[in-house]
């Protein structure tokens, strides 16, 4: 069966410090991959997905950048953050040829400081 | 461009009332829609789909294209039914990318 991995479960760090949050599906191939943020009164807000290895759509312009090194591994990433980055993500996936339905990933909580 | 609207951020009823939670959709064509469905400490999973017509846990959903809508009901409310509700839009043709709304928080008090 199929299950989705995203570390660290939380995440404390300061402004302008780096970020490297990462998600991985086992159980499954040439997955779709998105990242989202959840904020309370903003619902989901997506910010990245791909379709393949090294492809990245980007939703929302930001301080953040996603990569995909290898076909099940989704990572989001930051060089410097801000205070506005704090927030719930989530990470999902989806078959290549069914997108409807997502699985999603146990979230990981960040707070910048 | 599309759109998904969950009018209600909050919902409150009692144990055994009915509950209506409410979905308006943006879109020039046929979307597909979903709702999708986040328990206290539990991860957002999905609840229904419009194309299965199905009821899940007691829970429907009828597509109302005239009024875009898509209100997801259900006759009792049960005290478990309390989680976050989200609603969700694929664009006709599939698409790599759904849509939410941004929630809303349903409390079935005793």
């Known amino acids: 069966s199929q299950t989705i991995h995203q570390w660290p479960a939380t995440l404390v760090q300061p402004v302008g410090s780096p970020l490297s949050l990462e998600c991985t599906v086992e159980g499954t191939s040439n997955p779709n991959l998105y990242w989202y943020r959840q904020a309370a009164g903003r619902g989901l807000q997506l910010l990245f997905y791909s379709v393949g290895i090294g492809q990245i759509s980007s939703e929302v312009p930001q301080n953040l950048s996603a990569s995909r090194p290898q076909d099940r591994q989704f990572i989001l990433s930051s060089k410097k953050l801000l205070l506005s980055d704090s927030g719930f993500y989530l990470c999902a996936w989806s078959r290549d040829s069914i997108t409807y339905e997502q699985y999603f990933g146990p979230g990981t909580r960040l707070t910048v400081t | 461009a599309q759109r998904v609207t969950q009018p209600e951020k909050l919902l409150s009823v009692f144990k055994g009332a009915p509950v209506e939670l409410k979905c308006n959709y943006s879109?020039?064509?046929?979307?597909?829609l979903f709702w999708y469905v986040q328990y206290s400490r539990q991860r957002l999973q999905l609840l229904l789909r419009h194309i299965s017509r199905e009821s899940i846990k007691g829970f429907t959903a009828d597509l109302n294209k005239g009024e875009t809508s898509f209100h997801l009901k259900k006759p009792f409310a049960q005290e478990e039914d309390s989680a976050m509700y989200y609603c969700?839009?694929?664009?006709?043709?599939?698409?790599?990318?759904?849509?939410f709304g941004k929630g809303t928080k349903l409390t079935v008090n005793p």
């Open positions: 969700a839009l694929c664009p006709q043709g599939g698409s790599e990318k759904l849509v």
């Open positions: 879109y020039s064509g046929s979307p597909e």
